[in-house]
């Protein structure tokens, strides 16, 4: 059974620094991940997926990575803003299956 | 548009109240699919519809009823639910395509049950 961890689960960090979220899966036999963030009491916004076959993918201030060997996959945030806090979920997809596996999620605060 | 639209935005009902939840997306996605999430936890998968017929129900209780009338609405109805079931509800949507599967999420139903 796939399990999906993020630690931590609460960051602060001062408004202007880049900073790496993380994500660990136990089963590498993933078909893709997706990172998601959550405003309180709102749905789910999708920041990037990553298809088990690439390395990375970026949009803007964000990167993730992917590392299926090491099960783990990172989001790098640069050049934090305050409109970033929010808490980020990733979320693994097994391979032909639909299913999605959240993580724990992590709740980040930018201090301006 | 990656727009998933969910209604009501809130909703309060009683143990023998019958509602329904109403989902809408107009992508073209072929796969439909119902989460419930508690208060600081990750959303926890409830149904996917895939081609507008039923494919992964996740033990949910018979109280949960889903509905997918065609390929862009999603409805869910509610029955004799229990106060536990007081959660946001959110409804996804995504290609069946083998190379994305990527989710859009709607804004969610709070649903509390008294």
């Known amino acids: 059974k796939q399990e999906v961890t993020q630690i931590p689960a609460a960051l602060s960090v001062p408004e202007g620094e880049n900073l790496v979220l993380n994500c660990s899966f136990t089963d590498s036999a993933i078909y893709n991940l997706q990172w998601f963030r959550q405003d309180p009491g709102k749905g789910l916004t999708s920041l990037l997926l990553i298809q088990s076959s690439q390395r990375e993918q970026t949009s803007g201030r964000l990167n993730a990575s992917l590392d299926k060997s090491s099960g783990r996959s990172t989001l790098y945030i640069a050049a934090s803003q305050p409109g970033d806090s929010a808490t980020y979920l990733c979320a693994a997809r097994r391979g032909g299956n639909e299913k999605l596996t959240f993580g724990t999620g992590t709740r980040l605060t930018i201090i301006p | 548009d990656t727009e998933v639209t969910q209604t009501p935005k809130h909703l309060v009902m009683g143990m023998t109240n019958k509602k329904s939840l109403k989902c809408e997306q107009h992508?073209?996605?072929?796969?439909m699919y119902w989460y419930k999430q508690k208060a600081k936890k990750p959303p926890e998968l409830m149904f996917v519809?895939?081609?507008?017929?039923?494919?992964i129900n996740e033990s949910v209780p018979s109280r949960f009823s889903p509905e997918c009338p065609n390929s862009s609405l999603l409805n869910l109805h509610l029955h004799a639910l229990q106060p536990e079931d007081s959660a946001l509800y959110l409804c996804a949507s995504s290609q069946r395509d083998l190379s994305s599967y990527e989710q859009y999420f709607g804004p969610g139903t709070r649903l509390t049950v008294t």
């Open positions: 992508m073209g996605h072929r796969a």
């Open positions: 519809y895939s081609y507008e017929k039923l494919s």
